[in-house]
């Protein structure tokens, strides 16, 4: 078992940033490929970022592609979503996941084990 607890969401206004946290516990983190996931009212699930749990490698959604960084520092457990110029359109709950297959997934349904998510408004 994995649980996976997100923090950082929160109000900010369009071209403003915010650091979204996922701590994970119960598994050896190193061995986890991480992913980013949002949620709008009214819309599905969209896959934001993935990253690798072994060479870093990365994967982005295009219209977060140079606005949001995702990163990890398995000594902490943690991984990150820096998001700078946020916009209107970002605003959603954001979830975190952890996926136990050594393939990096942009697929939510690939994944295994979920947060209960943070809400993140970016005000126009």
């Known amino acids: 078992q994995v649980q996976l607890v997100e923090s950082g969401g929160g109000l900010v206004q369009a071209g403003g940033s915010l650091r979204l946290s996922c701590a994970a516990s119960g598994r050896t983190f190193r061995t986890l490929a991480m992913g980013w996931f949002r949620q709008a009212p009214g819309k599905e699930r969209e896959f934001v970022a993935a990253?690798?749990?072994?060479?870093?490698?990365?994967y982005y959604l295009d219209s977060v592609k140079g606005r949001f960084t995702i990163s990890r520092v398995n000594a902490k457990n943690t991984v990150y979503l820096q998001m700078n110029s946020l916009e209107p359109e970002d605003t959603a709950v954001y979830y975190c996941a952890a996926d136990l297959s050594v393939v990096l997934s942009t697929t939510a349904n690939e994944y295994d084990y979920w947060g209960q998510g943070t809400q993140v408004t970016v005000s126009s």
């Open positions: 990253i690798s749990w072994n060479d870093g490698n990365t």
